[in-house]
C-alpha cells in the first residue's frame, strides 16, 4: 500500500473543506440547529412525548443523521465532480495509487467532514437537553457506517454525472425526500396504513433508528437489521465506486 500517497491524497481532500469552514462546518451546524428549535420547540411545545420520549430528545438522533448524510454525500460529490469537471482527475488515475486507496481516502476525508458536523450538532442539541448516549458502540457504528455509505454513493453520483444538473438531482430528488421521510422528525407507529408500511420500505429509516438507539436507547426497528442494511450497501456501493475508478469509466475523457 503506497501510504504516503494515501495520507496525502485524505491531507488534500481535509483541506479543501477546511479552506471554507463557514461553508462546510458552520452552515450545516446552523441549519440543523434551526430544525432544532422550530421542530424541537415549536413543534414540541404541543407534541410533548413520542412514545414515552421527549419530542425535543427524539429528533436529535435524526438531525444528526440527516447532517451525516448530507456532509459525506456533498463532501465526495463535489470534490470528484470538480476534479472531472477541470480535467485533473487524471493526474489522479496516472498517481501511484490503487482504486483502492483512492476510495479509502475519499471516504475518510468525507468521514473526517460529516463526524465535526455530526459532533457539533450533537453538542448543540444536547446542551438543551442531556449528553448521555445509551449505546455508545452503536451510535459510533451508526455514524461511521452510514458516513461510509454516503461518501461512496457521492462518489457513484460524481461519476456517473456529466454536468451539475444531473449532479444534483440524486441529492435533491431521491436522498432529501428519503431522509426526511427516513423517521427524523416522527415514529413509523404514528402513521396509518398503508404509509407506515412504505415507511418501513424506506432504508434510511434504519440508518436514523439505529442512530436513536445508541443515543436514546429507543427504536421502532431492529437495530442489528439496521447495521446489516449500512453494511450490505456500503458493500454494494464500494464495489460500484471500485469498477468506476478501475475501468476509468467517464474519467479518461
Known amino acids: 500500500m503506497n501510504v504516503i500517497g494515501w495520507k496525502t491524497l485524505i491531507a488534500k481532500e481535509s483541506r479543501r473543506f477546511m479552506k471554507v469552514p463557514g461553508q462546510t462546518i458552520l452552515n450545516p451546524v446552523i441549519n440543523t440547529a434551526l430544525y432544532f428549535v422550530v421542530f424541537g420547540y415549536a413543534l414540541g411545545g404541543y407534541l410533548r412525548e ?26 465526495t460529490a463535489s470534490s470528484l465532480f470538480v476534479s472531472k469537471l477541470q480535467g485533473t482527475i487524471i493526474d489522479l488515475l496516472l498517481a501511484p495509487l490503487t482504486a483502492f ?46 458516513g461510509v455509505v454516503f461518501a461512496l454513493g ?6 456517473a454525472s456529466n454536468n451539475f444538473e444531473q449532479l444534483n438531482l440524486i441529492p435533491a430528488f431521491v436522498i432529501t425526500p428519503l431522509t426526511f421521510l427516513g423517521g427524523v422528525f416522527y415514529s413509523p407507529h404514528a402513521l396509518p396504513r398503508p404509509w407506515s408500511t412504505i415507511t418501513r420500505a424506506n432504508p434510511i429509516l434504519y440508518m436514523v433508528d439505529g442512530l436513536r438507539y445508541g443515543l436514546i436507547g429507543r427504536s421502532d426497528t431492529n437495530p442489528n437489521l439496521g447495521l446489516a442494511i449500512v453494511v ?14 478501475h475501468s476509468g469509466y467517464k474519467l479518461r475523457t
Open 50 to 75: 413520542l412514545d414515552g420520549v421527549p419530542y425535543i430528545r427524539f429528533i436529535i438522533p435524526g438531525l444528526i443523521m440527516q447532517s451525516i448524510i448530507q456532509n459525506s454525500l456533498l463532501n
Open 101 to 146: 486507496e483512492v476510495v479509502s481516502a475519499y471516504v475518510v476525508a468525507a468521514l473526517a467532514r460529516a463526524l465535526t458536523v455530526a459532533v457539533l450538532v450533537w453538542l448543540v442539541a444536547s446542551a438543551f437537553t442531556s449528553f448521555h448516549v445509551a449505546h455508545p458502540a452503536h451510535a459510533l457504528g451508526f455514524a461511521l457506517g452510514v
Open 154 to 159: 457521492g462518489m457513484v453520483v460524481a461519476i
Open 232 to 245: 450490505g450497501t456500503a458493500a454494494v456501493l464500494g464495489s460500484i465506486v471500485y469498477a468506476m475508478l
